[in-house]
C-alpha cells in the first residue's frame, strides 16, 4: 500500500526541547511539503521540497528546520526558537505538477503536537 | 495577508440537498484551484480541481465553478450525504519565477450533513 505516514500521532514535549517529526512516503514522489493548522486557520506551509538535497522555506518557516537526505524522507524540527510550537502538523508529498496541470498534493494523518 | 479567503467558517444542509461552498481570492497569479476535504484527525484528500482557463469542471457529485472577473469559486456538492460532513478547503496554485509551485489553503469550512 503506498501512501505517507506520520509519527507520532500525538507528541508532548516540555517548552525549550527541539523535537523532530518524521514524514515518510514510499510513493516515489520528488516534493514534500510541511504544513501547520491552527484552529480557525487554513494550512500555512512552513517548508518545501522540489528534489532531494533541495529545500525552501514556506510562509511561516522561522524556528523551523528540515532535511531532505533520501526522497523517501522529510523529516521537520520545531526547535525551541519556535514561539507558539503548539499546532497540528501535516506532510504532504506531490509529483510536481506542470503549467497544465496541478500537483495534487497527498497528505499524511498529521501529528499533533503539544508543548507544555 | 489572506489571499485565499473562506468566509463561512461552517455550513448546514440537509441530506439530500445541494451545499455549495464558497471561496474568494485576490491574488491573480493563481493559476489553479483545488478543493480539498478533511476529517477529524486526518490528513486533507484532493476533492477536485480546476484551471483559471475553465469555468466549471464536473466530477459526480461534485461540480466546482470559477467566476475569474471576480475572482471567486464556488464548490456544489448534490445531493449531499452525510459522508459528506467534513472540513473543505479551497486552495490555489502559483507557479513561481524559479519554477517552484506553492499551494495557498483557505481557512476551511465546516459542512455538517443532516440526516
Known amino acids: 500500500d503506498g501512501g505517507i505516514t506520520q509519527s507520532p500521532k500525538y507528541l508532548f514535549r516540555k517548552e525549550g526541547q527541539n523535537v523532530t517529526l518524521s514524514c515518510e512516503q514510499n510513493?516515489?514522489?520528488?516534493?514534500m511539503y510541511w504544513y501547520r493548522q491552527d484552529p480557525g486557520q487554513g494550512l500555512r506551509l512552513i517548508y518545501y521540497?522540489?528534489?532531494?538535497?533541495?529545500?525552501q522555506k514556506g510562509d511561516i518557516a522561522e524556528g523551523y528546520s528540515v532535511s531532505r537526505e533520501k526522497k523517501e524522507s522529510f523529516p521537520l524540527t520545531v526547535t525551541s526558537a519556535q514561539k507558539n510550537p503548539t499546532a497540528f502538523y501535516l506532510c504532504?508529498?506531490?509529483?510536481?505538477?506542470?503549467?497544465?496541470?496541478?500537483?495534487?498534493?497527498?497528505f499524511g494523518p498529521g501529528t499533533r503536537l503539544t508543548v507544555l | 495577508d489572506q489571499q485565499v479567503k473562506q468566509n463561512s467558517p461552517s455550513l448546514s444542509v440537509q441530506e439530500g440537498r445541494i451545499s455549495i461552498l464558497n471561496c474568494d481570492y485576490t491574488?491573480?497569479?493563481?493559476?489553479?484551484f483545488l478543493w480539498y476535504k478533511k476529517y477529524p484527525a486526518e490528513g486533507p484528500t484532493f476533492l477536485i480541481s480546476?484551471?483559471?482557463?475553465?469555468d466549471k469542471n464536473e466530477d459526480g457529485r461534485f461540480t466546482v465553478f470559477l467566476n475569474k472577473s471576480a475572482k471567486h469559486l464556488s464548490l456544489h456538492i448534490v445531493p449531499s450525504q452525510p459522508g459528506d460532513s467534513a472540513v473543505y478547503f479551497c486552495?490555489?496554485?502559483?507557479?513561481?519565477?524559479?519554477?517552484?509551485?506553492?499551494?495557498?489553503f483557505g481557512t476551511g469550512t465546516r459542512l455538517t450533513i443532516i440526516p
Open positions: 480546476i484551471s483559471s482557463i475553465k
Open positions: 521540497s522540489q528534489i532531494v538535497n533541495d529545500f
Open positions: 491574488n491573480s497569479m493563481f493559476d489553479y
Open positions: 504532504a508529498s506531490s509529483i510536481p505538477g506542470t503549467r497544465d496541470t496541478p500537483n495534487e498534493q497527498f
Open positions: 486552495a490555489a496554485r502559483r507557479i513561481s519565477n524559479f519554477g517552484n509551485e506553492k499551494l495557498t
Open positions: 510513493l516515489n514522489h520528488d516534493a
